[in-house]
C-alpha cells in the first residue's frame, strides 16, 4: 500500500498518515501472544508503515524489547519514537502487575523529567531496544490526570528548569531528530509552549470522531507554531470499534449515546464508523499521523481495509449537520 508521508513540524522527518502504536502489544487492556506480536511489527512495515511508536511505561519494558526486535533488521524503514520521564527500577518480591499491564516484566516505574533522567531515560531505551538510534523523544504523562494537579505542576517546574535542556542537546547532538510530548491533555502542551518549541506532540483521544474540545485553542496554536500532532487512540480505547472502554475504562452512558448517534448517521451513508473515526482526524492541517493500535495481524489487516473505504463528501457534511462532529472541524474531502 502507498501511504502518503507528511513532514513533522521543522524536521527532515516524514511519517506515514497511518502509523503502529505499540501500547496494545504490551497488553494495555488484554494479554496479548509474544508470538502475535512479531508477527504484527513486520506486517504493518509491509504494508507501507513507517511510523512506529513504543514508550518504556508501556508493559515496563516489554514493548521496547518487542519492538527493538522487530526493526532491527530493517531500521533505516523507520521512523521510531519512545518516551522519556520514567525509569524502570526492578521489583523484588510479591508483584501485583501494576497499572493494568496484562503480562508486564518485573519492573515498576519512577518519574523523572530531570535533566539527569531524561538521559539516562534515553540511554536505557536503546539498551532495551537493541539499537542506536531513536528518531523522537516524547515527554510521557506529564499531565495532571496521571500525577494530580499539584505533582504535575512539580514536574512541570523540573522539564523547565533542566528537562528541556537535555532534550535540546540531545536534538542539537544529532542523537535525535525530533523533540515532543505525549500526552492525554493538550491543556499541559499548552502550558509546555512556554517552555520552548516542541516538534511534535502525540496526543492520544483527545481528537477523535467522539470529541473535538482541543480544536482550539490547541490545534490552532499547533498550526501557529508548526507543532505536528499524531494521534493516538483513534478509537477512543475501543469504544469507536464497537468495544466498551473509553479512556482505558469503561464507558459511561453519555459515551455510548454519542456512539450511538454517530452509528445512525453511518448507517444512513453505510459507512463502517471505525473507518470514519480512523480517517477524520487526518484532515486537519496540523495532524501527520495516526496510530491505532492492533494485537494481531487479523486487527492490523482490518485497520488497512478501513483506511481504503471511501467515505463520500455528504457524509461529513451530515455529521456536522447532526452535532456529530464540531463545525469548524476541517473533514476528509473539505479544505481546512
Not at 526493526?71 to 493494568?100: C, H, M, W
Not at 504523562?141 to 499539584?150: E, L, S
Not at 492490523?300 to 447532526?322: G, K, N, R, S, T
Request: proline content about 6%; charged content about 20%.
Amino acid at each position: 500500500m502507498k501511504l502518503e508521508k507528511r513532514r513533522v513540524g521543522n524536521t527532515n522527518l516524514e511519517l506515514t498518515v497511518l502509523g503502529l502504536g505499540t501500547a496494545s502489544l504490551a497488553g494495555s487492556m488484554e494479554e496479548v501472544k509474544t508470538s502475535d506480536a512479531v508477527a504484527l511489527i513486520p506486517h504493518a512495515l509491509d504494508a507501507g508503515i513507517n511510523y512506529v511508536d513504543t514508550a518504556p511505561f508501556y508493559g515496563f519494558g516489554r514493548s521496547e524489547h518487542l519492538v527493538g526486535d522487530a526493526i532491527r533488521d530493517r531500521r533505516d524503514e523507520i521512523i521510531l519514537s519512545t518516551k522519556v520521564g520514567r525509569l524502570l527500577a526492578p521489583q523484588f518480591g510479591p508483584y501485583e502487575r501494576p497499572n493494568g499491564w496484562k503480562n508486564p516484566y518485573p519492573f515498576v516505574d519512577v518519574f523523572d523529567y530531570s535533566h539527569d533522567g531524561i538521559m539516562r531515560s534515553f540511554e536505557d531505551s536503546l539498551q532495551r531496544l537493541g539499537l542506536n538510534r531513536i528518531d523522537i523523544l516524547l515527554v510521557h504523562d506529564i499531565d495532571p490526570g496521571t500525577h494530580g494537579k499539584q505533582a504535575s505542576a512539580a514536574h512541570m517546574q523540573t522539564l523547565k528548569k533542566s528537562g528541556y535542556r537535555a532534550l535540546s542537546e540531545l536534538k542539537s547532538s544529532g542523537a535525535i531528530s525530533a523533540i515532543g510530548l505525549g500526552v492525554n491533555e493538550w491543556p499541559v502542551v499548552m502550558e509546555a509552549f512556554e517552555i520552548g518549541d516542541w516538534d511534535v506532540c502525540l496526543l492520544a483521544g483527545r481528537y477523535t470522531l467522539l470529541e473535538q474540545a482541543s480544536l482550539s485553542p490547541f490545534l490552532e496554536t499547533c498550526v501557529e507554531r508548526n507543532t505536528s500532532i499524531v494521534i493516538g487512540g483513534p478509537f477512543n480505547s475501543g469504544v469507536l470499534v464497537g468495544g466498551t472502554s473509553f479512556d482505558y475504562a469503561q464507558a459511561p452512558r453519555e459515551v455510548f449515546e454519542a456512539v450511538a448517534k454517530i452509528q445512525t448517521v453511518c448507517d444512513r451513508f453505510d459507512v463502517e464508523l471505525p473507518a470514519a473515526a480512523l480517517q477524520f482526524p487526518l484532515a486537519h492541517p496540523a495532524v501527520v499521523s495516526t496510530i491505532p493500535g492492533p494485537r494481531t495481524v487479523a486487527e492490523m489487516d482490518q485497520i488497512l481495509a478501513w483506511w481504503q473505504v471511501d467515505i463520500p463528501p455528504d457524509f461529513w457534511l451530515a455529521m456536522q449537520e447532526a452535532g456529530c462532529i464540531d463545525k469548524n472541524a476541517p473533514c476528509p474531502g473539505k479544505s481546512a
